[in-house]
């Protein structure tokens, strides 16, 4: 683990007014600041252009919390795939920062979720994981895990971004067409027959799809790009479970999207001992 003086000077290690702690990162080429519980990047600014992502306005980032917004971690399981916490361990438990380099153009962070933790809420497995963020003008998030046991072990997740946008009803998002898709909210199979657009709820997880994702918002273009994920899950809450969302304002809809680099679903995969697995997301804008 690093210490606080072992951090470039364009790295500090920040809390608020809760005491929850933070890496603030200040650069030249970008900004950004990462929550060590949960190793929850909430903010990424590229010098010259608007947030790469939402963070909800009416969070108060206390301890102890899963955040809502940024890009939180949901491993080693997606949803209620299992007992236990929604989305897996890893948005409420302790990080380590184990490496930090910064160049003229790029930072990049490790952290590394303590296997104390790891081994005290899930003692009948045995893994390593952990996060590596590189922030420049995109952001790329690539979380690796290895099955360090004797079995072979499954392993479902996310890296459940928040996009900002404009206005959910002016949203386009390209790049699905005849992908399938689960629709979980009428838990039916479908085929995407036209670019996606926003009027209701969506909750839903593509399946075999390995392209790019393009979201247009007014006159803004982000592009999302994945790596060791054949799913990706699409969700924006709309007004009524807005409403009943902790830690989210009832507008909130109207200035996200989540566009997730996942293995969900059927894409959820089952680790030999020894092998490991990344799923990378990259995040940014396009021309």
Known sequence: MLETSDLPPELRLVANEHGRQFIH???????ARIALQ???IIQCRPAGQRPLLWMSPTDPCKPDTALRGGVPLCWPWFADEREGPAHGIA???NWDLVDARVESETVHLMLELAPETITRQLPDEAWVVWVEFRLAHELEVGLTTTNTGTRPQRLSQA????LPVTDIADVEITGLLG????????????????PLRFAQEVDRIYLDHHGDIDIHTGDDHLRVSRAGSESVVLWNPWQA???RLSQFPPDGYRTMVCVEAANAGPDGRVLAPGESHTLVTRIGRSA
């Open 25 to 31: 990162v200040d650069h030249p080429a970008v900004q």
């Open 179 to 194: 992908c399938a898709y689960i629709d979980k909210l009428q838990g039916a199979t479908l085929v995407q027959e036209a």
């Open 241 to 243: 479970k807005a409403a």
């Open 91 to 93: 948005r409420t438990s």
């Open 159 to 162: 890296l459940h971004s928040y």
């Open 38 to 40: 949960g190793a929850h």
